[in-house]
């Protein structure tokens, strides 16, 4: 997982002028079997999101964790930005 954050992190810099790009990988994720472009495709637009509505920049930081009581990794994004309206979610 790390990995995949860490590329998608790189390559979005350059567009990302005024952001803080930060990965936060929890020590205990275990390694994820995916397939890497999808997830990479996944992870680039969550993160262009994430940019694209924070505006004045500020941090944006893809997380992951392992959630032990349902056997998942979960991945999220937070950012500074003005969200989605409730009844828009």
């Known amino acids: 997982m790390a ?3 860490d590329d998608v992190l790189v ?3 350059p567009q990302s002028e ?3 790009l930060v990965a936060e990988i929890a020590e205990d994720t275990p ?3 995916a397939d890497r472009e999808k997830l990479n495709q996944v992870l ?3 993160v262009t999101n994430a940019v694209k ?3 004045d920049g ?3 930081t893809v997380f992951a964790t392992y959630t032990k009581h349902i056997g998942r990794v979960v991945v999220g994004v937070r950012d500074s930005g003005i969200g989605i309206a409730p009844e828009d979610q």
């Open 58 to 60: 500020g941090p944006v």
């Open 3 to 5: 990995g995949a954050v």
């Open 18 to 20: 005024g952001h803080v």
């Open 11 to 13: 390559g979005l810099r």
């Open 53 to 55: 509505y924070s505006p």
């Open 44 to 46: 680039a637009n969550l």
């Open 31 to 33: 390694r994820v079997v």
